[in-house]
């Protein structure tokens, strides 16, 4: 097969898809240019001596990796100047940056983390940058209120993400299926690597954090054991897997199938994750493969956020695992 570009798949998209005009295909460039700057600066990390915290704690509570505060910046500096956005939404920045009055501005949003699975950068372990992208709402114009970035996933108009793994990935889906690309280092460009993606059914793999059994209620405990007892269409025990990078997590959930599970638990009752900038963009990704992604009772793209750092659980993953889960949150509810 002849190498596809990333551009080239775009291109040959942008006839089929209404809202893939020349802004959007050149917000997605300059997203994946700014990936391909942080994968760089992620190979070169250990080098640098720009490993490890910078003493400082987000908006979230948790300490800021030196490398996230980069990713971070060269996501805003990049993004400001790609002519496409009004705003973002970034999971290491408190407010919402809009885009200031000395850069063209477009008619769309982007909401991001910039570098997901943070905490497993000093160990050399995969993190990756997680995209949504929404539109602002017709006739809006001036400057971007909250309320019309508060949208709810359904409303994205596209949404991926760049794993930075032993190989850098774009998995990326614009509403017409998920398509992955692998960046190729001598080249420089990522080229089409997974054409139309698809969640199996059903897997042969769970992914949660364990740690947090007594803090869960009898629900969730009964869920997590509903994996450790059942059995695969093979007829064999799931195998337990746990990266503790989300991107990671759902990569390989989205190739091999099963579930990635962050249920809430006592000291998280709205469970940890990030509605608008980890669990969307991530849903976005498991519907168009043919997947399902829930908070344990619905399904999370039908969510309206109550603010730009709303959190949610998420049960994302094979359409059968997925709802093994809401079963059991039903009957517990009932
Ligand atoms: P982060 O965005 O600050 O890295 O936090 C989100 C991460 C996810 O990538 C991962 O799945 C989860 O937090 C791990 O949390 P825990 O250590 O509680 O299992
Ligand atoms: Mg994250």
Redesign the pocket.
Known sequence: MADITVTEHLLLHQKRTPQATGQFTGLLYDLILSGKSISRRINKAGLLDILGGTGEV?V?G?NVQKL?SIANRIMLYRMERCGALCAMGS?EEADLVRVRSEFPRGDYILIF?P??????IDVNIN?GTIFSILRRPEGRSGEVSMDEVLQPGLKQVGAGYILYGPATMLVLSTGQGVHGFTLDPGVGEFLLSHPDMRIPEQGHMYS??G??WKYWDEATREAVSWFRTSETPAGKPYSAR????????FHRTLIYGGI?M?PPDAK?PNG???LM??ANPLAFLAEQAGGKASDGYGRILERVPDKLHARTPLFIGSVKDVEAVEKIYARHRA
Do not use: F, I
């Open positions: 987000n979230q948790e996230d999971e983390d570098l997901d699975g943070s905490s497993n993190v949660v954090n740690g947090n746990y990266v503790g990078a989300l991107v990671a997590d990635y962050y998280k940890k994750l990030r900038c980890e």
